[in-house]
Antibody, heavy 120, light 108 residues
Framework: QVQLVESGGGVVPPGGSLRLSCEAS????????MHWVRQAPGKGPEWVAV????????YYGDSVKGRFAISRDNSRKTLYLDMNNLRAEDTALYYC?????????????WGQGTLVTVSS | SYVLTQPPSVSVAPGQTARISCGGD??????VHWYQQRPGQAPVLVVH???GRPSGIPERFSGSNSGNTATLTISRVEAGDEADYYC???????????FGGGTKLTVL
């Protein structure tokens, strides 16, 4: 079955950096666009970034553009999110999400998330 | 940036029909998706592309989209439907994925 397993979260001071990883299994990784979506405590989901099948297209939410970078290694079936210059408002549960493999822009599978806390 | 507006809360008695709205400029020209999120769990897709239903989602869940409002309809509401619900679209002109603020469904 489809599995998305995030890792790399933790506590980091403001201005710090962190790299999140998401290992995918149970499906053809190169057939799906992949996203990071975050959810701050008590808030709704917020889209962070998307990467196309082979990594040639990437888009970012306005609040993270210029600070975060999404990438993927299709040989390892792994999605990454490099986060720099972290701020308190980046504190959230970060989900790795699979885009449906059709013309749909919906998310048909979510990981369980990895928690990032930005605090001194 | 594109904004999706949902009511903060909706309450309904068991067995009745719940309707959750999602407003946005010309949202009827977009494909709207709906997610259910129970406490402590990741969101789950319940309706995609306005009225598509993923496998495993009961027929009680349906959607519609026209003009400036999309609606998630849950028929014959059960206690287990109590959750937060979020609408979402892909805003093509900005290549941004946008979520609504969410609606807490309470089953009385």
């Amino acid at each position: 079955q489809v599995q998305l397993v995030e890792s790399g979260g933790g506590v980091v001071p403001p201005g710090g950096s962190l790299r999140l990883s998401c290992e995918a299994s149970g499906f053809t990784f190169t057939s799906h666009g992949m996203h990071w979506v975050r959810q701050a405590p008590g808030k709704g989901p917020e889209w962070v970034a998307v990467i196309s099948f082979y990594g040639d297209s990437k888009y970012y939410g306005d609040s993270v553009k210029g600070r975060f970078a999404i990438s993927r290694d299709n040989s390892r079936k792994t999605l990454y999110l490099d986060m720099n210059n972290l701020r308190a408002e980046d504190t959230a549960l970060y989900y790795c999400v699979r885009e449906m493999a059709t013309a749909s822009s919906s998310y048909d599978h979510w990981g369980q998330g990895t928690l990032v806390t930005v605090s001194s | 940036s594109y904004v999706l507006t949902q009511p903060p809360s909706v309450s309904v008695a068991p067995g009745q029909t719940a309707r959750i709205s999602c407003g946005g400029d010309y949202i009827g020209t977009n494909h709207v998706h709906w997610y259910q999120q129970r406490p402590g769990q990741a969101p789950v897709l319940v309706v995609h592309d306005n009225n598509g239903r993923p496998s495993g989602i009961p027929e009680r869940f349906s959607g519609s989209n026209s003009g400036n409002t999309a609606t998630l309809t849950i028929s014959r509401v059960e206690a287990g439907d109590e959750a937060d619900y979020y609408c979402q679209v892909w805003h093509s002109s900005s290549d941004h994925w946008v979520f609504g603020g969410g609606t807490k469904l309470t089953v009385l």
